[in-house]
Protein backbone atom coordinates (compact mmCIF):
# COMPACT_ATOMS: atom_id res chain seq x y z
CA UNK A 1 0.00 0.00 0.00
CA UNK A 2 1.66 3.47 -0.77
CA UNK A 3 2.32 5.32 2.12
CA UNK A 4 0.08 8.96 1.83
CA UNK A 5 1.70 11.70 1.41
CA UNK A 6 1.95 14.79 3.85
CA UNK A 7 2.45 18.31 2.07
CA UNK A 8 5.62 20.48 3.74
CA UNK A 9 3.73 22.80 4.91
CA UNK A 10 6.24 23.31 8.37
CA UNK A 11 9.82 22.37 6.44
CA UNK A 12 12.28 25.03 8.34
CA UNK A 13 14.70 24.02 5.79
CA UNK A 14 16.86 22.35 8.86
CA UNK A 15 18.38 19.06 7.75
CA UNK A 16 15.50 17.01 8.93
CA UNK A 17 12.75 15.99 7.54
CA UNK A 18 11.54 13.50 10.40
CA UNK A 19 11.87 10.27 8.23
CA UNK A 20 10.12 7.48 9.32
CA UNK A 21 10.13 3.71 7.36
CA UNK A 22 7.22 2.15 7.14
CA UNK A 23 9.20 -1.10 8.65
CA UNK A 24 11.58 -1.36 11.69
CA UNK A 25 15.49 -1.38 11.89
CA UNK A 26 15.08 -4.01 15.06
CA UNK A 27 15.85 -6.98 12.66
CA UNK A 28 15.24 -10.40 13.35
CA UNK A 29 18.94 -11.41 14.08
CA UNK A 30 19.38 -15.03 14.77
CA UNK A 31 17.24 -15.60 11.01
CA UNK A 32 19.98 -13.48 9.36
CA UNK A 33 22.51 -15.68 11.02
CA UNK A 34 21.03 -18.44 10.78
CA UNK A 35 21.35 -17.76 6.41
CA UNK A 36 24.24 -16.33 6.79
CA UNK A 37 25.59 -20.05 8.20
CA UNK A 38 26.79 -18.37 11.52
CA UNK A 39 24.83 -20.44 14.22
CA UNK A 40 24.36 -17.95 16.83
CA UNK A 41 26.96 -15.98 15.59
CA UNK A 42 28.57 -15.83 19.32
CA UNK A 43 31.95 -17.38 18.02
CA UNK A 44 32.19 -13.55 16.05
CA UNK A 45 34.09 -10.39 17.98
CA UNK A 46 31.57 -7.65 17.91
CA UNK A 47 33.76 -6.04 14.92
CA UNK A 48 33.09 -9.26 13.19
CA UNK A 49 28.89 -8.96 13.39
CA UNK A 50 27.57 -8.55 10.39
CA UNK A 51 24.21 -6.93 11.86
CA UNK A 52 26.24 -3.80 12.46
CA UNK A 53 27.42 -3.83 9.14
CA UNK A 54 23.58 -4.22 7.94
CA UNK A 55 22.66 -1.50 10.27
CA UNK A 56 25.43 0.81 8.61
CA UNK A 57 24.21 -0.31 5.23
CA UNK A 58 20.24 0.38 5.75
CA UNK A 59 21.94 4.15 7.33
CA UNK A 60 23.25 4.98 4.31
CA UNK A 61 20.65 3.72 1.94
CA UNK A 62 18.13 5.95 4.43
CA UNK A 63 20.60 9.23 3.57
CA UNK A 64 20.12 8.14 0.40
CA UNK A 65 16.67 6.99 0.02
CA UNK A 66 15.01 9.86 1.74
CA UNK A 67 17.10 12.78 2.14
CA UNK A 68 17.01 14.83 5.09
CA UNK A 69 17.92 18.65 4.08
CA UNK A 70 14.46 18.93 2.85
CA UNK A 71 11.07 16.87 2.51
CA UNK A 72 10.58 14.80 -0.71
CA UNK A 73 9.54 15.54 -3.81
CA UNK A 74 5.96 14.35 -4.00
CA UNK A 75 5.51 16.16 -0.49
CA UNK A 76 6.42 19.34 -1.62
CA UNK A 77 4.74 19.39 -5.29
CA UNK A 78 1.85 18.40 -3.18
CA UNK A 79 2.06 21.56 -0.71
CA UNK A 80 2.28 23.50 -4.06
CA UNK A 81 -0.47 22.39 -5.79
CA UNK A 82 -2.54 22.89 -2.58
CA UNK A 83 -1.65 26.57 -2.87
CA UNK A 84 -2.76 27.05 -6.55
CA UNK A 85 -5.67 25.45 -6.25
CA UNK A 86 -7.07 27.59 -3.27
CA UNK A 87 -5.37 30.99 -4.39
CA UNK A 88 -7.28 30.08 -8.37
CA UNK A 89 -10.49 29.07 -6.23
CA UNK A 90 -10.36 32.93 -4.42
CA UNK A 91 -9.47 34.71 -7.66
CA UNK A 92 -12.69 32.90 -8.90
CA UNK A 93 -14.56 34.39 -5.70
CA UNK A 94 -13.47 37.63 -6.37
CA UNK A 95 -14.18 37.87 -10.27
CA UNK A 96 -17.91 36.32 -9.71
CA UNK A 97 -18.23 38.81 -6.83
CA UNK A 98 -20.99 42.05 -7.54
CA UNK A 99 -20.17 45.18 -5.90
CA UNK A 100 -22.65 45.41 -2.59
CA UNK A 101 -20.43 42.09 -1.96
CA UNK A 102 -17.18 43.75 -2.09
CA UNK A 103 -18.75 47.05 0.19
CA UNK A 104 -20.57 45.10 2.67
CA UNK A 105 -16.61 43.51 2.67
CA UNK A 106 -15.39 47.06 2.99
CA UNK A 107 -17.70 48.33 5.73
CA UNK A 108 -17.51 44.63 7.56
CA UNK A 109 -13.44 45.22 7.71
CA UNK A 110 -13.66 48.89 8.39
CA UNK A 111 -16.02 48.94 11.65
CA UNK A 112 -13.71 45.67 12.46
CA UNK A 113 -10.63 47.67 12.53
CA UNK A 114 -12.73 50.81 14.44
CA UNK A 115 -12.94 52.54 10.91
CA UNK A 116 -15.55 54.59 9.43
CA UNK A 117 -17.08 52.58 6.75
CA UNK A 118 -16.63 53.69 3.35
CA UNK A 119 -20.10 53.43 2.62
CA UNK A 120 -20.82 56.21 4.53
CA UNK A 121 -18.34 58.14 2.38
CA UNK A 122 -20.44 57.83 -0.40
CA UNK A 123 -24.15 58.43 1.99
CA UNK A 124 -22.53 61.97 3.01
CA UNK A 125 -21.63 62.70 -0.42
CA UNK A 126 -17.55 62.58 0.52
CA UNK A 127 -16.08 60.43 -1.90
CA UNK A 128 -13.14 62.61 -1.88
CA UNK A 129 -12.13 61.45 1.11
CA UNK A 130 -8.75 58.58 1.36
CA UNK A 131 -9.65 55.60 2.36
CA UNK A 132 -7.94 53.52 4.74
CA UNK A 133 -4.31 51.51 4.25
CA UNK A 134 -6.12 48.53 5.00
CA UNK A 135 -9.51 49.01 2.73
CA UNK A 136 -7.24 50.04 0.09
CA UNK A 137 -5.04 46.79 0.01
CA UNK A 138 -7.87 45.09 0.18
CA UNK A 139 -9.41 46.84 -3.09
CA UNK A 140 -6.33 45.98 -5.10
CA UNK A 141 -6.10 42.34 -3.27
CA UNK A 142 -9.43 41.67 -4.33
CA UNK A 143 -9.38 43.50 -7.86
CA UNK A 144 -6.87 41.69 -9.59
CA UNK A 145 -3.82 41.09 -6.76
CA UNK A 146 -5.00 37.44 -6.22
CA UNK A 147 -5.71 36.77 -9.48
CA UNK A 148 -2.11 37.65 -10.43
CA UNK A 149 -0.87 36.04 -7.59
CA UNK A 150 -2.73 32.35 -8.70
CA UNK A 151 -0.83 33.24 -11.98
CA UNK A 152 2.40 33.18 -10.33
CA UNK A 153 1.72 30.25 -8.51
CA UNK A 154 0.80 28.43 -11.77
CA UNK A 155 3.86 29.35 -13.55
CA UNK A 156 6.12 28.28 -10.46
CA UNK A 157 4.19 24.90 -10.66
CA UNK A 158 4.49 24.11 -14.25
CA UNK A 159 8.65 24.92 -13.38
CA UNK A 160 8.29 22.59 -10.73
CA UNK A 161 9.02 19.21 -12.32
CA UNK A 162 12.25 20.49 -13.58
CA UNK A 163 13.28 20.33 -9.14
CA UNK A 164 16.92 18.80 -9.16
CA UNK A 165 15.09 15.98 -7.62
CA UNK A 166 12.52 15.43 -9.78
CA UNK A 167 11.72 11.96 -10.70
CA UNK A 168 13.07 10.91 -14.17
CA UNK A 169 10.48 10.27 -16.80
CA UNK A 170 9.85 5.97 -16.93
CA UNK A 171 10.35 4.47 -14.66
CA UNK A 172 11.41 5.23 -10.95
CA UNK A 173 14.69 5.71 -9.97
CA UNK A 174 15.65 2.51 -7.82
CA UNK A 175 19.34 3.41 -7.44
CA UNK A 176 19.37 3.99 -3.71
CA UNK A 177 17.70 0.61 -3.57
CA UNK A 178 20.18 -1.14 -5.51
CA UNK A 179 23.22 0.10 -3.81
CA UNK A 180 21.74 -0.87 -0.62
CA UNK A 181 21.42 -4.28 -2.02
CA UNK A 182 25.06 -4.08 -3.62
CA UNK A 183 26.14 -3.53 0.25
CA UNK A 184 24.20 -6.45 1.35
CA UNK A 185 26.06 -8.48 -1.18
CA UNK A 186 29.42 -7.44 0.02
CA UNK A 187 28.44 -7.98 3.54
CA UNK A 188 26.89 -11.53 2.61
CA UNK A 189 29.95 -12.74 0.79
CA UNK A 190 32.52 -11.26 3.38
CA UNK A 191 30.55 -13.81 5.87
CA UNK A 192 30.06 -16.53 3.58
CA UNK A 193 32.77 -16.67 1.22
CA UNK A 194 30.54 -17.33 -1.70
CA UNK A 195 29.20 -15.10 -3.69
CA UNK A 196 25.19 -13.44 -3.59
CA UNK A 197 24.72 -14.38 -7.15
CA UNK A 198 25.42 -18.13 -6.75
CA UNK A 199 22.30 -19.89 -7.02
CA UNK A 200 20.17 -16.94 -7.93
CA UNK A 201 17.53 -18.02 -10.47
CA UNK A 202 13.55 -17.34 -10.82
CA UNK A 203 11.29 -20.33 -11.30
CA UNK A 204 9.73 -20.91 -14.71
CA UNK A 205 6.40 -21.68 -13.28
CA UNK A 206 5.66 -19.13 -10.25
CA UNK A 207 8.72 -16.54 -11.76
CA UNK A 208 9.49 -15.98 -8.17
CA UNK A 209 13.29 -15.75 -7.00
CA UNK A 210 15.58 -17.25 -4.25
CA UNK A 211 19.18 -17.36 -3.16
CA UNK A 212 20.18 -17.97 0.18
CA UNK A 213 21.61 -14.24 -0.44
CA UNK A 214 17.99 -13.45 -1.67
CA UNK A 215 16.47 -14.28 1.34
CA UNK A 216 19.04 -12.34 3.45
CA UNK A 217 18.38 -9.23 1.37
CA UNK A 218 14.51 -9.62 1.88
CA UNK A 219 14.80 -10.19 5.67
CA UNK A 220 16.54 -6.75 5.89
CA UNK A 221 14.58 -4.57 3.45
CA UNK A 222 11.32 -6.39 3.91
CA UNK A 223 11.94 -5.74 7.84
CA UNK A 224 13.12 -2.15 6.96
CA UNK A 225 11.10 -0.62 4.27
CA UNK A 226 8.59 -2.56 3.02
CA UNK A 227 7.43 0.20 0.48
CA UNK A 228 11.07 -0.23 -1.57
CA UNK A 229 11.18 -4.50 -1.55
CA UNK A 230 7.05 -4.25 -3.07
CA UNK A 231 7.05 -8.44 -3.97
CA UNK A 232 9.28 -11.07 -4.37
CA UNK A 233 9.26 -10.60 -8.31
CA UNK A 234 9.82 -6.92 -7.81
CA UNK A 235 12.67 -7.29 -5.30
CA UNK A 236 14.04 -10.03 -6.99
CA UNK A 237 14.26 -8.00 -10.74
CA UNK A 238 16.16 -5.00 -8.89
CA UNK A 239 18.83 -7.31 -7.48
CA UNK A 240 19.25 -9.30 -10.63
CA UNK A 241 19.98 -5.56 -12.16
CA UNK A 242 21.87 -4.72 -8.93
CA UNK A 243 24.30 -8.11 -9.62
CA UNK A 244 24.50 -7.07 -13.45
CA UNK A 245 26.16 -3.97 -12.57
CA UNK A 246 29.61 -3.94 -13.95
CA UNK A 247 30.53 -1.06 -11.84
CA UNK A 248 30.01 -2.78 -8.32
CA UNK A 249 33.46 -4.26 -8.83
CA UNK A 250 32.18 -8.14 -9.54
CA UNK A 251 32.50 -9.68 -12.74
CA UNK A 252 29.69 -9.69 -14.95
CA UNK A 253 27.03 -11.88 -13.85
CA UNK A 254 26.40 -15.16 -15.85
CA UNK A 255 23.73 -16.24 -13.61
CA UNK A 256 22.10 -19.71 -12.70
CA UNK A 257 19.60 -20.23 -16.00
CA UNK A 258 15.92 -21.65 -15.28
CA UNK A 259 13.55 -20.97 -17.72
CA UNK A 260 11.74 -17.66 -17.28
CA UNK A 261 12.08 -14.11 -17.58
CA UNK A 262 14.15 -11.93 -15.86
CA UNK A 263 13.06 -9.14 -16.75
CA UNK A 264 9.49 -9.66 -15.51
CA UNK A 265 9.99 -7.66 -12.50
CA UNK A 266 8.59 -4.54 -12.12
CA UNK A 267 10.15 -1.46 -10.80
Same mark, same amino acid.
Given at each position: ?????????????????????????? +????????????????? +???????????????????????????? @????????????????????????????????????????????????????????????????????????????????????????????????????????? +???? @???????????????????????????????????????????????????????????????????????????????????????
Amino acid at each position: MVRKIRPAKNWTGEEDNNFEPDGTSD +LDTSKIYRILGLGDASH +LEKHQDPIFQILGALDNYTVDAYPTHKP @IYAARREHLQNICAHARALADIFHGSGEESFLEIENNLARGLGQEPPADHHALGREDIKVSREISLFREFSADGISTFADLMEIALKEFPNSEDAPKRGRPDRTP +LREL @IIELGMIYEDATGQRAYEGFASDPETREYDSSFFRLAWEVVYAFDPKAAKSNNAFGSQIRKALANNDIGWQAVEFEHIEGDFDSGKD
